[in-house]
């Protein structure tokens, strides 16, 4: 499968642990987003790299998230002293580096914080 | 800031019926417009988007700036199209170099058989 990974698919965890999601792009993409998506919502954009530079951070971004894309392949999310507000679909998507191109989206991970 | 509206939950059409899947945008620039669709059980993916002016799966979508609207619409409804449909607004290069998503809340479209 050539398409976007991520693990796992499904994280349950308790309020106030540390989680750490991970998302695999498609091989040739250089940009790379994370998004957060609630019930009842559309995607929520979180956080861009390019390559292995995050450029950019929504200010849904708390300073318990942290993300990081070492040697611009894989990428993860971080989430400390986790929240029930947490709780959430996060997607990843990856794209090309022309322009607008499409965003190819992974499957997600759904966390529940309890 | 940029927003995407879609009035619409849930949308309920008969097998054959007509679909029009509404969306309407506010943004001072020019935006890039899509459509997403999300099938059961499966993950989000790309219908259209404006600049290519394609029809896919019988699907199309015109970009009115006056009205600020990029509707979705298909003549003939079919029970595969069934599914979750997001409309999606691309800004401005922002500096950065990221062209990031602002979605609408969706609309459910569901063709009853």
């Known amino acids: 499968d050539t398409g976007v990974s991520q693990n796992p698919r499904h994280k349950i965890t308790k309020r106030g642990q540390n989680v750490t999601f991970r998302c695999d792009p498609i091989s040739e993409h250089n940009r790379l987003y994370w998004y957060r998506q609630t019930l009842g919502q559309g995607p929520e954009f979180l956080t861009y790299f390019q390559n292995e530079a995050q450029l950019e951070k929504s200010r849904l971004l708390s300073d318990r998230f942290s993300a990081e894309r070492p040697k611009g392949s894989f990428s993860t999310l971080e989430i400390q002293r986790t929240e029930q507000g947490d709780s959430a679909m996060y997607l990843c998507a990856s794209s090309s580096s022309g322009g607008r191109d499409e965003q190819f989206f992974g499957p997600g991970t759904r966390l529940t914080v309890l | 800031a940029q927003r995407v509206t879609q009035p619409e939950k849930l949308l309920s059409v008969f097998k054959g019926a007509p679909v029009e899947l509404k969306c309407n945008y506010s943004?001072?620039?020019?935006?890039?417009l899509f459509w997403y669709v999300q099938y059961s059980r499966q993950r989000l993916q790309l219908l259209l988007r404006?600049?290519s002016r394609e029809s896919i799966k019988g699907f199309t979508a015109d970009l009115n700036k006056g009205e600020t609207s990029f509707h979705l619409k298909k003549p003939f409804a079919q029970e595969e199209d069934s599914a979750m449909y997001y409309c999606?607004?691309?800004?401005?290069?922002?500096?950065?170099?990221?062209?990031?998503?602002?979605f609408g809340k969706g609309t459910k479209l569901s063709v009853i058989p």
């Open positions: 943004y001072s620039g020019s935006p890039e």
């Open positions: 404006h600049i």
């Open positions: 999606a607004l691309s800004g401005t290069y922002s500096g950065a170099g990221s062209y990031q998503l602002t």
